[in-house]
């Protein structure tokens, strides 16, 4: 049997030096005063969270660009489920393929890419191609292309889905009178969306742009107008009920500047008239 044996050995507590003892009390208020001497208002200057709309100002400089004509707005329907954004039926017409190459060139026209641009369209086929197709263009690698996943989704138009293109005018009916109203639900999966809705998303992208980049370019590529017109009336602080009028065609292009308020147009599906919003026939 193997026996182990220990020696045994006397060990003394370690000296305490010859100081006062420090009470835990004694550190927290220490604590304490070192945290009340700290600005709170110098930390939160220095933080980037969500952008104000308007905002004081922007780091960047950005270009907005809705996509050109769709497969599905060449057929007259109207085509807002995200579940079919990446389709290749979602994707740009021939005649969308000009439009986009047309607002490409006008980019280049006006020197958008001159010093390089980040270029951020919506992953919906249509306003990926069209990001494609700026690339090109403009001279830009396409690793400066960036693909947004949600914020940028056309606008969720609910039982309006598949429905023609000129209904979207009872919708905006509808937005002129408030910007919580919704259109109505559908159970397919398309979301029925609000200004307010889009609203926040836009700000949540705008919040992003501004914190990842600056004194940089962006581009900003949508499969629809309502993303463009919100995000544009927020920007230069205009009443969100009237986004429409601010209505974006397929192709067209528009530099953001802050300080100047765009000129308002009635959109081309404004001519109908709603009587009842939101319940329109």
């Known amino acids: 049997m193997l026996t182990i044996t220990t020696a045994s050995a006397s060990i003394s507590p370690p000296t305490t030096?010859?100081?006062?003892?420090?009470?835990?009390r004694h550190l927290l208020l220490l604590a304490s005063l070192s945290l009340s001497s700290f600005s709170v208002s110098d930390s939160?200057?220095?933080?980037?969270g969500l952008l104000q709309m308007p905002p004081p100002r922007l780091t960047n400089r950005y270009f907005l660009v809705r996509a050109g004509e769709s497969q599905y707005e060449?057929?007259?329907?109207?085509?807002?489920?995200?579940?079919?954004?990446?389709?290749?039926?979602s994707g740009l017409s021939d005649k969308g393929k000009k439009q986009t190459l047309k607002s490409a060139l006008e980019l280049k026209a006006m020197g958008a890419c001159e010093r390089n641009c980040w270029i951020w369209p919506s992953i919906?086929?249509?306003?990926y191609q069209a990001a494609e197709i700026i690339a090109a263009v403009n001279g830009v690698s396409r690793s400066y292309i960036v693909p947004e996943y949600s914020f940028l989704d056309a606008r969720g138009l609910g039982?309006?889905?598949?429905?023609?293109?000129?209904?979207?005018?009872?919708?905006?009916?509808?937005?002129?009178?408030?910007?919580?109203?919704?259109?109505?639900?559908?159970?397919?999966?398309?979301p029925n969306e609000s200004v307010a809705d889009v609203f926040v998303r836009v700000t949540q992208?705008?919040?992003?742009?501004?914190?990842?980049?600056?004194?940089?370019?962006?581009?900003?590529?949508?499969?629809?107008?309502?993303?463009?017109?919100?995000?544009q009336a927020g920007l230069v602080g205009l009443?969100?009920?009237?986004?429409?009028?601010?209505s974006f065609g397929p192709g067209e292009v528009r530099y953001v500047d802050p300080s100047s308020i765009p000129t308002y147009k009635q959109p081309a599906s404004a001519v109908y008239k709603c009587l009842n919003p939101p319940n329109c026939n």
């Open 17 to 24: 030096p010859n100081l006062q003892l420090i009470n835990r």
């Open 205 to 231: 992208l705008m919040s992003i742009l501004e914190t990842q980049y600056s004194e940089d370019t962006v581009i900003i590529v949508s499969p629809d107008s309502d993303n463009l017109t919100i995000l």
């Open 159 to 190: 039982a309006y889905e598949g429905k023609e293109l000129e209904a979207i005018s009872q919708v905006y009916e509808s937005d002129s009178i408030s910007s919580t109203i919704k259109p109505p639900p559908i159970d397919d999966g398309t």
């Open 239 to 246: 009443d969100l009920r009237r986004h429409s009028e601010l």
């Open 124 to 127: 919906t086929q249509r306003a």
């Open 44 to 48: 939160v200057a220095t933080a980037r």
């Open 74 to 89: 060449s057929l007259g329907i109207i085509n807002t489920n995200p579940v079919a954004k990446t389709s290749v039926d």
